[in-house]
């Protein structure tokens, strides 16, 4: 059965507090002393290279691994994500970027995918209806609740997934490469869909390599490095700023060409004097 809808904190207050969180797998550190904080009605960004932590602390927020040290709030009280059904439970839901859709059904199928209504005797009308009730809510471009999976664009299977999600309702939603491989039309679509999802008051983490994606939807940007913290930006962050975080390295590519702009734009100037 879909959840019944709780109450949602209050816009600006602290959903998720990670304090110190870490997680070692026999002698490897993936993540050591994380601190996070995600607030309703906040889409944060969690940039990083590859192998900084990111999809590890995924997995800690989703239940598939438990942290080896460090505490955990949910909406002010230290919780156990044991386990994804107790990350479920609380209000934690995550969209990977397998989607984890079924091409064979249609919509209203995948969206109430072991959430079904009436199981013993499917309520396929009030299943439909909320649906479609949903859908519209999200503003989403999907011809018919009817139409099977595979014929779906990349954007309209995110937004189906991420609306998946949303029947749970819950207070978080984590979204894993949300617009790796879609077009610009479709990550647009997408971009707008996290928007719309924030609106409604919900806190949102968004894992990314874009930092384009990133700048547009989100109000702070959490850099991870080596599994450690290394830094809170906000969206009018230099790519420079974020470059050198990410990386650890002042000297990279994105500063040398600001630097050749520079003395381009030194020498301009000083042949108009």
Same mark, same amino acid.
């Given at each position: 059965?879909?959840?019944?809808?709780?109450? &949602?904190?209050?816009?600006?207050?602290?959903?998720?507090?990670?304090?110190?969180?870490?997680?070692?797998? @026999?002698?490897?550190?993936?993540?050591?002393?994380?601190?996070?904080?995600?607030?309703? @009605?906040?889409?944060?960004?969690?940039?990083?290279?590859?192998?900084?932590?990111?999809?590890?602390?995924?997995?800690?927020?989703?239940?598939?691994?438990?942290?080896?040290?460090?505490?955990?709030?949910?909406? $002010?009280?230290?919780?156990?994500?044991?386990?994804?059904? *107790?990350?479920?439970?609380? !209000?934690?839901?995550?969209?990977?970027?397998?989607?984890?859709?079924?091409?064979?059904?249609?919509?209203?199928?995948?969206?109430?995918? +072991?959430?079904?209504?009436?199981?013993? =005797?499917?309520?396929?009308?009030?299943?439909?209806?909320? /649906?479609?009730?949903?859908?519209?809510?999200?503003?989403?471009?999907?011809?018919?609740?009817?139409?099977?999976?595979?014929?779906? =664009?990349? +954007?309209?299977?995110?937004?189906? /997934?991420?609306?998946?999600?949303?029947?749970? #309702?819950?207070?978080?939603? &984590?979204?894993?490469?949300?617009?790796?491989?879609? !077009?610009?039309?479709?990550?647009?679509?997408?971009?707008?869909?996290?928007?719309?999802?924030r609106e409604r $008051?919900? @806190?949102?983490?968004?894992?990314?390599? #874009?930092?384009?994606?990133?700048?547009?939807?989100?109000?702070?940007?959490?850099?991870?490095?080596l599994g450690r913290?290394?830094?809170?930006?906000?969206?009018?962050?230099?790519?420079?700023?974020?470059?050198?975080?990410?990386? +650890?390295?002042?000297?990279?590519?994105?500063?040398?060409?600001?630097? *050749?702009?520079? @003395?381009?734009? #030194?020498?301009?100037?000083?042949?108009?004097?």
């Amino acid at each position: 059965m879909v959840r019944e809808v709780s109450a &949602m904190p209050e816009k600006g207050s602290a959903i998720l507090r990670l304090s110190r969180i870490s997680k070692n797998f @026999g002698a490897v550190s993936a993540l050591t002393d994380i601190d996070l904080e995600v607030h309703a @009605g906040e889409v944060v960004a969690l940039v990083g290279d590859n192998g900084a932590g990111k999809s590890t602390l995924v997995k800690v927020l989703a239940g598939v691994h438990q942290p080896s040290s460090g505490t955990i709030e949910f909406c $002010g009280q230290q919780v156990s994500l044991d386990s994804p059904s *107790r990350a479920l439970e609380l !209000g934690i839901a995550t969209v990977f970027q397998d989607l984890a859709l079924c091409e064979n059904l249609d919509v209203v199928a995948n969206l109430f995918l +072991g959430h079904e209504l009436s199981p013993w =005797s499917l309520d396929e009308v009030a299943m439909e209806v909320r /649906a479609w009730t949903l859908l519209k809510e999200l503003a989403a471009r999907i011809p018919s609740v009817r139409q099977p999976i595979a014929s779906l =664009s990349g +954007g309209q299977r995110q937004t189906v /997934a991420i609306a998946r999600s949303l029947l749970l #309702n819950p207070k978080i939603i &984590m979204l894993d490469e949300p617009t790796a491989a879609l !077009g610009v039309a479709q990550t647009a679509e997408v971009l707008n869909l996290i928007e719309r999802v924030r609106e409604r $008051g919900l @806190g949102v983490i968004i894992i990314s390599h #874009n930092m384009e994606d990133v700048r547009a939807v989100a109000d702070r940007i959490v850099v991870l490095r080596l599994g450690r913290n290394n830094g809170i930006f906000s969206p009018d962050a230099s790519n420079q700023e974020l470059v050198a975080s990410i990386t +650890g390295a002042t000297e990279n590519s994105v500063s040398r060409r600001l630097d *050749r702009k520079a @003395g381009q734009h #030194n020498d301009l100037s000083g042949g108009a004097a």
